[in-house]
């Protein structure tokens, strides 16, 4: 990750959470950003202006009228100069002024006067980050194109437990980071992918799935994103956080992924079918939970709507590209998959116990239709082959050659 010559305006507000932003600015800096710091009123309870001075290397602003009358920049000039305005933590009373356009302070008055992005890592109690008004706020500024980053769900200061605590300093970085790399190779292509597996009811709490954990199919969302393209993700369940420049819909079984999938496709250039659907589900769900009274019990299965089939099949389909997890004949496997279901690309991958599911690390192979050439690519992290996936995607449907 690198933010070399990049200029980051960082505005905190009153939170406990603003002693994250000391690792933050740190490490900012080691990427190559410069930072500028404004603190709200509230902010001096919880970080001191002399460690944030001493960490960011430059003056920490407080005041407007102080400002504007000791600062070698106007506020005007220092909206200007940023190339993102990031708020972290933003409180629940921050966000509701700027959300009505109140400027009664250096920071508020910036967010006015900047032609920047501006990027807001909510803080807050639970109870506040779900009060109606606060999520109106919230449906506001996203409305204006704001980048919300979080909040994270768990214990908070307070001793409750929920939505409302801030995300990680890591978690920013790795936002900025993601906003400052996109390239345009993919810029007004629109991906529809799916990802993790489908849970298929056997009664109210019992269910069939598989071991996939969605963390490839989340990998290729996010190298599609950096390459500029607008993705939806429709995401089984997992336990995974996803970039808020990435529209996610949650699903749960097999036909909840059909249809949002047949809801989407038609606005989508390429289809990228990285989920593990099941293959079958139980026609005899029961309506209450079974108890265990016989030594065997007898599910009735049938099959799930086969969703890659039925996107190939589309008169004005996209590209289509499927996954193929084997356990043996891999290759051979897949392009009798990439052939009997007419796939533009498909990817191949041995699965197993210790194999892909929930691993950060995998190998895989990318086979065309055209000619049915075999692409392999070693072990490595997932996020990585997920770029290499995309430099073929382009290579092969986009542009001539991968930039």
Partial sequence: MHLSGKKILLGITGSIAAYKTVDMIRKLRQLGAE???????????FVTATTLQAISGNPVFEKLFEFESTADMS???????????????????FMAKLAHGLSDDLLTTLCLATRSPIMIA?????????????QENVSCLKNRHMIFIGPDEGVQACGEIGEGRMVEAETVLSEITIFFSRSQRLLNKKFLIT??????????????TNRSSGKMGCAIAKAAALAGAEVTLILGPVSLSVSPSIKRVDVSSAKQMHEAVLQHVAQNDIFISAAAVSDYYVSNTSKHKLKKTEQFMHLTLAQTPDILASVASLKNRPIVVGF???TENVIENATRKLREKKLDMIIANEVGETKGFDADY???????????????????????????MIDVLIKNFFVTQAL
């Fill in 35 to 45: 930072v500028r710091v404004i603190m709200s009123t509230g902010a001096h309870f």
């Fill in 75 to 93: 506020h005007i000039a220092l909206a200007r100069w940023a190339d993102l305005i990031l708020i972290a933590p933003a409180t629940a009373h």
């Fill in 122 to 134: 909510p803080a807050m109690n639970v109870a506040m980050w779900l009060n109606v008004a606060t």
């Fill in 195 to 208: 990802a993790g597996p489908t849970q298929e009811a056997i009664d109210p709490v019992r269910f069939l």
């Fill in 324 to 326: 193929a997890a084997e």
């Fill in 362 to 388: 995998h190998e895989l192979a990318i086979i065309t239709a055209l000619d049915e050439s075999v692409e392999r690519f070693g072990y490595t992290t997932k996020e990585r082959l997920a770029r290499k």
